[in-house]
Nanobody, 127 residues
Framework: QVQLIESGGGLVQAGASLRLSCVVS???????????MAWFREAPGKEREFVSA????????RYKDDVKGRFTISRDNTKNTVFLQMNNLKPDDTAVYYC?????????????????WGQGTQVTVSS
């Protein structure tokens, strides 16, 4: 059974950077299962929303419009790990960030497309 374990969240000031990591553990890693990997976030009182995704090969990526140029998703299949580098963080980025595995790929990747969720990691950005 595949599990996703996130780390790297925290409390930072606006303009700072954080790097989230997601380790895929279990009987099959992201390359073996051909899972595309994604990050979603959920702010208080709001629905869970797509942030970024990367194909199983790592060659294609997608981003939510308001994180383009600030966030970078990457993966290291040799270590079964996915990263989300977040720069120039803003208070609106405050949310619980979830790592997700999916076999779907498209322009409107949503929560219903996800096969496996991580437990989430809190990111808080103060102004």
């Amino acid at each position: 059974q595949v599990q996703l374990i996130e780390s790297g969240g925290g409390l930072v000031q606006a303009g700072a950077s954080l790097r989230l990591s997601c380790v895929v553990s279990g009987r099959a890693g992201p390359s073996g299962s051909n899972y595309h990997m994604a990050w979603f976030r959920e702010a208080p009182g709001k629905e869970r929303e797509f942030v970024s995704a990367v194909t199983w090969s790592g060659y294609s990526t997608r981003y939510k419009d308001d994180v383009k140029g600030r966030f970078t998703i990457s993966r290291d299949n040799t270590k079964n790990t996915v990263f989300l580098q977040m720069n120039n963080l803003k208070p609106d980025d405050t949310a619980v960030y979830y790592c997700a595995a999916t076999r779907a790929w498209g322009t409107d990747l949503g929560p219903s497309d996800i096969d496996i969720w991580g437990q989430g990691t809190q990111v808080t950005v103060s102004s």
